[in-house]
């Protein structure tokens, strides 16, 4: 078997042969791994035989457009299908809003058909003697904070959901809070509140809590549902009474961190009993309840079939605590279309009916929020955070297993702050999948995760362009970057983002190709800007060198927060014979005289305990850049040192369980929050 064949097919199927480490060494990926990249492409080349087989495939020029019928275009461009018609020919077209028009072709190359630009975004469809089209038309960019705004700049809080405390939260967070904060934030001036991903998890685990790591991206996490945003608030009240749940909820409400492995299945009895007694014949208020029969009703194959999941995973791990994954239940419920699949949905129909109440119950709420956060005043609301993949074991594997890559993981080559790289047990969509399905599931992702929100942050947004991909039970060396159609998905975005009238921001910290920060800026993408990072070899950018076009950070919920790293709490004791302490004692040197020349503080360096003051110029420096969207996260606001998550680390830290002190409504109170609030924008109801 041919490396060099084999390298050949790696390129035509967007498989990179190389890639160039944090050294600047040029690295060769092993052939092992690029065998078992093509195979989760579809493209076995484990033999002679299959390799020529994979690689007539590839040079045969398969139009992946023509089978799914599907293609976008930019408005103003030119639209090519790939199908033969000459110039001159009659095309009806029906546009997304219900147009009709009849329009003439043009000479295509190589005779293809080609229609005259579209002069409207939106899904049309193309009638054609061979069957119907269907093209995405974009427009040139996204919608941005400046189109909403006018022009002018504005600034939103940042918050992770479970660390809100309402009454009767039960230690989790939920859209209570944020629903609180949000009004809080509008009246302080904010335009956006940006919350961590609510992603579904997995019902049945409890320890499986990281907001990074779904089962699905389609559908949301219960745990944040607001039950009194949507149900009599007697009735919420009666049932916990009723259930016995107050004292427990109550303690746990009170702790410092989330005990996920209590709090967890007492807000899981409370869900459940709100559902029998919304569907008991006594409840009376018939439009929630005919609300809610009327989503079940309705339930969409993709929802029937997370539900089916949720219920089927718990009881595959009371059986056997080891069904973890759904590729270790018996091969008959391993096939989502399999009728012993349809039978166990048909015996536990009361389970998977509740379990499409806790989605519709979760999705009200989330709408109760954003329109919580609007009436306020925000022009953006809710900013949604999506993940940049899902977990393999989950419900969109499971339900989908065609549309995702199967044997790998999403991860990252080594870099200088991990030398080893990362693999982070997530998969994502096959490239070559999306383009054979028309992209229905990065439309579905992106409709999920926009249904209730004005704007969305794509971690990791590189993963449009490309992605580091690690063959399952390799080392994350092992893996290589896989290419994705980038021009498509962003067209896709910018055209979702048009239809929803939302803000797109993109995660684009690390290591980038070249230009494509310009890239994103093109295609109206906020990138990140944080101050940490903001930093050349001369010290740090001056604010007024910051580009107007990215939203600015002081800190993220990956970095310890300002006060946190000022008093040096992320250093730990080592043994590796580096001075932390002095390098970072230098390092507040470094950033006070940045602070001082952009003139947002005076005087000397304050101690490593003082640090209020360095909190204060952070949040101004970001307040002097140009960039027209500034998020500060709540932790900052608060002046707190606490980090939400310590990448790398699992049960070493006490990641995403920190709750914030004070109850959600309180936390904007304090005359020192306000001020720091005051640096990037004025209260709402001084401006009359």
């Not at 973890?324 to 012993?340: G, I, L, Q, T």
């Amino acid at each position: 078997m041919s490396d060099d064949t084999l390298r050949q097919l790696a390129i035509k199927a967007g498989v990179a042969p190389h890639w160039t480490d944090q050294t600047g060494e040029d690295r060769a990926v092993s052939p092992d791994s690029l065998r078992s990249i093509l195979l989760a492409l579809g493209l076995p080349a484990d033999s002679d035989s299959a390799l020529r087989n994979s690689l007539s495939l590839m040079e045969s020029g398969v139009n992946a457009a023509a089978s799914s019928r599907f293609t976008t275009a930019r408005v103003g461009q030119k639209v090519g299908l790939p199908m033969a018609a000459p110039g001159g020919t009659a095309v009806e077209i029906t546009l997304e809003g219900g147009g009709h028009r009849i329009v003439t072709s043009e000479d295509g190359y190589d005779g293809a058909l080609t229609l005259p630009a579209f002069d409207e975004p939106g899904y049309h469809t193309v009638r054609t003697h061979d069957g119907d089209y269907t093209v995405a038309t974009a427009p040139e960019r996204c919608i941005t904070f400046s189109d909403l705004n006018h022009g002018a700049t504005g600034y939103g809080l940042a918050a992770q959901i479970y660390s809100l405390r309402t009454e009767n939260d039960g230690g989790i967070g939920n859209f209570a809070g944020v629903a609180t904060l949000g009004r809080a934030a509008a009246a302080r001036g904010a335009d956006a509140l940006a919350i961590s991903p609510v992603h579904a998890l997995y019902g049945a685990e409890a320890g499986h809590f990281s907001p990074y790591s779904p089962s699905t991206r389609l559908f949301y996490n219960p745990l944040h549902a607001d039950p009194a945003a949507v149900l009599p608030e007697d009735l919420v009240r009666d049932v916990i009474v009723n259930a016995g749940l107050g004292e427990e909820m109550g303690r746990l409400s009170s702790l410092g961190q989330v005990d996920w492995l209590a709090a967890t299945p007492l807000r899981q009895k409370l869900l459940r009993a709100l559902f029998d007694a919304i569907r008991d014949p006594g409840f009376a208020s018939e439009p929630v309840r005919m609300d809610f029969e009327r989503t079940l009703a309705e339930a969409s194959p993709l929802l029937k079939s997370h539900a089916i999941f949720e219920v089927l995973h718990a009881t595959q791990l009371r059986q056997n605590p080891n069904a973890w994954s759904w590729r270790n239940w018996d091969a008959a419920y391993r096939d989502p279309d399999s009728a012993e699949v349809a039978a166990f949905a048909d015996e536990h129909a009361d389970e998977v009916s509740h379990q499409i109440f806790l989605q519709w119950l979760t999705g009200r709420s989330y709408g109760e929020a954003q329109r919580a956060c609007r009436e306020a005043g925000m022009k953006v609301g809710l900013i949604a955070d999506l993940a940049i993949g899902m977990d393999g074991s989950g419900s969109h594997a499971w339900g989908r297993q065609h549309e995702v890559l199967g044997g790998l993981s999403i991860g990252a080559p080594p870099d200088y702050y991990s030398a080893e790289g990362q693999s982070w047990g997530l998969t994502t969509f096959s490239p070559r999948g999306l383009a054979a399905s028309g992209f229905a599931p990065f439309i579905e992702t992106l409709r999920a995760s926009l249904r209730y929100v004005g704007g969305i942050r794509i971690d990791h947004v590189m993963g449009m362009s490309r992605l580091w991909l690690v063959p399952e039970g390799a080392s994350a060396l092992d893996g290589a970057y896989v290419t994705f159609p980038s021009e498509t998905l962003f067209r896709l975005v910018a055209l979702e983002s048009w239809r929803h009238k939302a803000i797109v921001i993109g995660e684009d910290l690390g290591t980038l190709p070249d230009g494509f920060r310009d890239y994103l800026r093109e295609q109206g993408v906020a990138g990140l800007r944080v101050l940490r990072f903001e930093k050349s070899e001369h010290g740090y950018i001056p604010p007024e060198h910051w580009h107007a076009d990215a939203a600015a950070l002081t800190t993220t919920h990956d970095l310890i927060p300002t006060a946190g790293w000022w008093a040096g709490a992320d250093i730990e004791p080592t043994h590796d014979g580096v001075d932390h302490e002095g390098i970072r004692a230098w390092d507040r040197g470094v950033l006070w005289s940045a602070f001082q020349h952009a003139g947002v503080a005076e005087g000397d360096r304050p101690a490593p305990d003082d640090t209020g003051p360095v909190v204060d110029a952070a949040i101004r420096y970001i307040a002097r850049t140009p960039c027209t969207l500034k998020l500060l996260p709540i932790e900052d606001a608060l002046g707190i040192e606490t980090q939400p998550n310590v990448p790398g680390t699992t049960t070493e830290k006490p990641n995403w369980r920190h709750r914030l002190d004070g109850e959600a409504s309180a936390l904007l109170d304090d005359e020192t929050v306000q001020r720091r609030l005051g640096y990037l924008g004025q209260p709402r109801d001084a401006d009359a």
